[in-house]
């Protein structure tokens, strides 16, 4: 084979597209006017291309168009959060011990004069409106478009890892960050005091949700009377545990293993407040639990695809990327010694633009 | 009848409108699910991939922020439902029998033999030149299928590729030429129906 007959070869292709320089274009027209293989080999590739031109296309048929209309409507008034899928498929372990860390969390970040009432949803009481408190007392978002906006449904799934990772991202930079006080606020007796009821609420109020948590151990029915639960041995147990885990991890944390371009920053001002992350690396994130919660948050991740392989979170789905903080592996891995293990990469998935 | 711009459709369809859904997919419909067909093979799953597509697209364009074009993201989204579809496809993994190799730039390839067990396109009228391309086609790696089909036969440009892709147009160049080359290879034994 000749070194003409290479280069053609190599660039035939960008030639056939002219997508080549004029100098290029140039050295391989001369190539292929003194070489005859070359030039077969041109046409044998044009061949193909029209070809495939030509291939036969399907048109949109009336049935297509009925079971589309259908599937949308369908899809207009589904009510079960896409989020929870997700934890249908986590280890029981990692389950008990997401339940936990939730709990923790969200009653840390929770307004001590929060009240639960029969007509609310708990779960959205608990984690939306302690989280907004948060967000507004960080002045990362405006405080009217928290406290109006609802919980977008379609962005639970697959900002949940992200939500955790941005946590954990802005915790471990000092960057400020709208959300990542939760895991660091300091603990009081209220907050212990509520953590029960939360994980319970949780439990009790969805049954998407912690299906198969339920059949673990240690969960007992909530005491409502009075707002504040009985707490159940499970969280009694590790729950102070898990704290100190926390909190050790918080100070020993290292800002350099942080990439500058994935550290955390806030909307500032109003701005699209955008949460940007790697597909790859979430898909890694639920791996480490199971391979259905892969192929289930993987399901959730196509619908996101932004430039670079990552997805874009605009403001108005921050409540979900709020409520996602149930997922938090993040935190799970806090409560996990064998997860420590994790990577770096890993644990700074979150990039925010 | 007044046109409505697509920046008015996409403000109805953030707020649930499924008429103005379909408006506003209307120019694309065809698009995706010959898009969705040249991935799959197949009637059947190309519809249902592209009904997948649009269903996911509607559920999450409150999140679409209008960076890339709709069309861009639609592709996106395509692109990604169809390699679900064949990472979950009942095909037989007797269908093709595949021979990794690596090139001179250490990127494996496959070679796939021919088997027939899996016969795509099925039921559709063509040229001899269609089906063996078709064929082809269909032993591509999805990484390679998906530029061909996007150049070759959606006809988008190197930057539009990349840009659904979210790679660099030179990779972009780069996996085109190899898909090429692959398919050369595979209808080496079928050359002279495509030399005109």
């Known amino acids: ?353 | 009848v007044k046109t409505v711009s697509e920046q008015e459709l996409l403000a109805c369809c953030k707020e649930g409108d499924i008429d103005a859904f379909e408006q506003l997919i209307e120019a694309y419909q065809g698009k995706i699910l010959n898009y969705c067909y040249r991935m799959l093979g197949n009637r059947s799953d190309a519809e249902d991939a592209a009904q997948e597509v649009f269903v996911k697209v509607f559920r999450f364009i409150k999140s679409f922020s209008g960076q890339s074009s709709f069309s861009t993201w639609l592709y996106k989204v395509a692109s990604n439902v169809c390699l679900d579809f064949l990472r979950k496809s009942k095909r037989p993994d007797h269908a093709t029998v595949s021979l990794n190799q690596v090139n001179s730039e250490g990127e494996e390839f496959s070679l796939s033999l021919e088997d027939n067990t899996y016969a795509p396109y099925q039921n559709v009228q063509m040229t001899e030149a269609q089906r063996a391309l078709a064929a082809a086609l269909d032993k591509l790696s999805p990484e390679h299928k998906k530029v061909i089909v996007l150049r070759d036969i959606e006809g988008l440009s190197y930057e539009e590729i990349a840009r659904i892709l979210g790679t660099a147009e030179g990779t972009v160049k780069s996996r085109i030429n190899r898909g090429r080359q692959t398919l050369q290879k595979l209808l080496e034994k079928d050359r002279e129906l495509f030399l005109i």
């Open chain 1, 1 to 353: 084979v000749s070194k003409a007959s290479n280069h053609v070869k190599e660039q035939l292709s960008a030639y056939i597209d002219d997508v080549l320089s004029d100098e290029e274009r140039a050295l391989v027209e001369k190539e292929l006017a003194s070489c005859a293989t070359c030039r077969e080999n041109a046409d044998f590739m044009s061949g193909i291309i029209n070809t495939a031109k030509s291939l036969p296309e399907l048109d949109i048929t009336e049935d297509f168009r009925v079971g589309l209309r259908e599937r949308l409507e369908q899809e207009k008034t589904a009510k079960v959060p896409v989020r929870w899928s997700y934890w249908r498929y986590v280890s029981g372990f990692a389950a008990a011990a997401a339940v936990l860390v939730l709990s923790v969390i969200t009653l840390n970040s929770l307004p001590e004069h929060l009240e639960l009432t029969s007509e609310t949803d708990p779960k959205q009481v608990t984690i939306n409106r302690g989280l907004s408190t948060e967000l507004r007392e960080s002045g990362g978002i405006e405080p009217d478009s928290i406290a109006s906006a609802a919980p977008t449904e379609e962005a639970h799934g697959i900002i949940y890892s992200a939500a955790g990772e941005k946590a954990e991202a802005a915790q471990n930079t000092s960057a400020p960050a709208s959300l990542p006080e939760m895991a660091t606020a300091p603990r009081n007796e209220n907050n212990q005091k509520a953590e029960g009821q939360t994980a319970e609420k949780i439990t009790a109020t969805d049954d998407k949700t912690f299906t198969d948590i339920a059949e673990e151990p240690a969960l007992e029915t909530a005491d409502e009377k009075g707002g504040v639960p009985m707490r159940t041995s499970l969280y009694d147990t590790n729950q102070q545990s898990s704290t100190d885990a926390a909190a050790a991890d918080s100070e020993t944390a290292t800002p350099a293993a942080v990439p500058e371009s994935m550290k955390a920053s806030t909307g500032v001002g109003g701005s699209a407040h955008l949460a940007r992350t790697n597909t790859q690396q979430a898909e890694a994130i639920c791996y480490y639990f199971s391979p259905e919660a892969l192929e289930s948050a993987r399901q959730l991740l196509v619908a996101y695809p932004e430039e670079d392989g990552g997805f874009i979170v605009p403001e108005e789905s921050l409540p979900a990327i709020q409520e996602s903080l149930e997922a938090l592996p993040g935190y799970i891995r806090r409560t996990m010694p064998e997860q420590e293990t994790i990577s770096s990469e890993i644990k700074m998935m979150l990039c925010v633009e």
